[in-house]
């Protein structure tokens, strides 16, 4: 069984990923740190030696490898990875599990601001042009993210009742 969690950078996917492998006795898999493991460089890298594309590329391919894979598996994506090339029609073809995290903007926002310097995408931003920049790309990959078989609202939610709401849905 694959659970496949999706959202935006600051959504909770590692964290309350991480809880819910713990409870179902499945192996946790952030797809960044695998992508990151397999390649041998850190994806700010590969962006800028290799370019956006091959990172796509490879993205795609293991995850694909992820999702072929034979183990209970939770995966938690990258922010963008559903919103490339087939990926998202690729995931929904390969688990019934798809899971938004979606949060508020100003949520996002609180949480992004405290950690702004560890998240590339946006540590060069004013604090005053997070809310415009979030937005911008929620808009963009809403109509990814909308694709999910169940959206979980995380505003004012920790991890474990994120992780306590998808433990309802399961079969």
């Known amino acids: 069984m694959k659970v496949v ?3 935006y950078m600051g959504s909770g996917k590692t ?3 991480k809880l819910l492998a713990k409870e179902l006795n499945f192996e946790f898999v952030d797809l960044d740190d695998y992508i990151e493991t397999r390649l041998n460089e ?7 030696t290799k370019g956006e594309l091959y990172f796509r ?24 990875t ?26 996002l926002i609180e949480r ?3 950690e702004k310097d ?21 808009f963009e990959r809403g109509v990814f993210y909308s694709r999910a078989h169940f959206t979980i609202i995380g505003d004012h939610k ?3 009742a994120v992780k306590d709401e998808i433990i309802t849905l399961l079969p």
């Not at 850190?42 to 800028?48: P, Q, W």
């Not at 090339?85 to 899971?99: A, H, P, W």
């Open 5 to 7: 969690l999706i959202g």
């Open 15 to 17: 964290t309350a990923g």
């Open 42 to 48: 850190k994806i700010a890298d590969l962006f800028a």
């Open 57 to 80: 590329k490879k993205e795609s391919e293991l995850l694909n490898g992820l999702l072929d894979d034979n183990r209970d598996l939770v995966i938690a994506l990258g922010g963008g």
């Open 82 to 107: 559903p919103c490339y090339g087939v990926n998202m029609d690729t995931i929904l073809q390969k688990t019934d599990l798809v899971f938004y995290l979606k949060l508020s903007i100003a949520s």
């Open 112 to 114: 992004l601001h405290k």
């Open 118 to 138: 560890h998240r590339p995408l946006i540590a060069h931003l004013k604090d005053e042009d997070l809310p415009e920049f979030i937005g911008k790309h929620i």
């Open 158 to 160: 920790d991890a474990e």
